[in-house]
């Protein structure tokens, strides 16, 4: 089975304060991991790939597979950063081709002025 | 083209109505989605469809009814459903084979059930 534990459902900060989203994941095999963005009335958008090991919009990820984490930071904090932040694990390859992809809870980020 | 598109926006049904969901892309994309997401929750999977053959139905009741008829566009028929399946129904889709490109989300349909 796969799973994915975001366990804040709320995370508060201030701006230009450090952000870390936290992100643990559970599967057997060797997992696939993103983080999905969600702004306010707007489309679920894929906002990182741990394959790709980039920066987005300042935001950065690192698998540790140590501890199953992948964890999203970043160092300042911007009031367009406010969003509901998904992590997300693709774990079982179909046949054919396709994925099945597993959403954590979810956590939302209020960034304050 | 880029983008996944979803229609209707919104629809509201009866219990007794047979209504449609549809989602189309044109990205070449070979592997396409149903997901279920009720308020302030994440999406839940429902259907997989790769190359147009349903890979995936997650335990699905039968008043829902998935169909691909080509690799452009992906239907959801509705039949007999019930208010608690009032939600935002969201289709996706991916690049099949080894890509982790993830998914392309389209905006949804929300649908509420009377």
């Known amino acids: 089975a796969q799973r994915v534990t975001q366990p804040e459902k709320l995370l508060s900060v201030f701006k230009g304060a450090p952000v870390e989203l936290k992100c643990n994941y559970s599967?057997?095999?060797?997992?696939?991991l993103f983080w999905y963005v969600q702004y306010s009335r707007q489309r679920l958008q894929l906002l990182l790939r741990?394959?790709s090991r980039e920066s987005i919009k300042g935001f950065t990820a690192d698998l540790n597979k140590g501890e199953t984490s992948f964890h999203l930071k970043k160092p300042f904090a911007q009031e367009e950063d406010s969003a509901m932040y998904y992590c997300a694990l693709s774990g079982r390859r179909l046949t054919g081709g396709g994925n099945k992809l597993t959403f954590g809870t979810g956590t939302q980020l209020k960034v304050e002025l | 083209d880029t983008e996944v598109t979803q229609t209707p926006k919104h629809l509201v049904m009866g219990m007794t109505n047979k209504k449609s969901l549809k989602c189309e892309q044109h990205?070449?994309?070979?592997?396409m989605y149903w997901y279920k997401q009720k308020a302030k929750k994440p999406p839940e999977l429902m259907f997989v469809?790769?190359?147009?053959?349903?890979?995936i139905n997650e335990s699905v009741p039968s008043r829902f009814s998935p169909e691909c008829p080509n690799s452009s566009l992906l239907n959801l028929h509705l039949h007999a459903l019930q208010p608690e399946d009032s939600a935002l129904y969201l289709c996706a889709s991916s690049a099949s084979g080894t890509s982790l490109d993830g998914y392309t989300f389209g905006s949804g349909t929300r649908l509420t059930v009377v």
């Open positions: 599967y057997s095999g060797s997992p696939e």
């Open positions: 469809y790769s190359y147009e053959k349903l890979s």
């Open positions: 990205m070449g994309h070979r592997a």
């Open positions: 741990h394959i």
